[in-house]
């Protein structure tokens, strides 16, 4: 069975920092692109970064030099550092793989 299971959101201030992880079973993520999108209230989904098979990374232009995007194979984990983060990358942040499964989510608000 497929799973993925955000974590790492939170309160933060503007400027502030937060990691998100991903951990995913059922398959793994070294064979596939795994992708983090958002959603912001009232809003639809964003795509926000990917992280390819070859380890090619790509990001929206709205977080290039602020997100990284990781992974560690071993632990079958990818991640999401975000930093100087603003009031607007406040969302839901899902990760998802090539069938477009996903997690739960974790909700990161920034304000002060």
């Known amino acids: 069975e497929v799973q993925l299971v955000e974590s790492g959101g939170g309160l933060v201030q503007p400027g502030g920092s937060l990691t998100l992880s991903c951990v995913a079973s059922g398959f793994t993520i070294s064979r596939q692109t795994m992708t983090w999108v958002r959603q912001a209230p009232g809003k639809g989904v964003e795509w926000v970064s990917t992280?390819?098979?070859?380890?090619?990374?790509l990001y929206t232009d709205s977080v290039t030099g602020r997100f990284t995007i990781s992974r560690d194979n071993a632990k079958n984990t990818i991640y999401l550092q975000m930093n100087n983060l603003k009031p607007e990358d406040t969302a839901v942040y899902y990760c998802q793989n090539d069938q477009d499964d996903r997690g739960q989510g974790t909700q990161v608000t920034v304000s002060s």
């Open positions: 992280i390819a098979r070859s380890g090619q990374r």
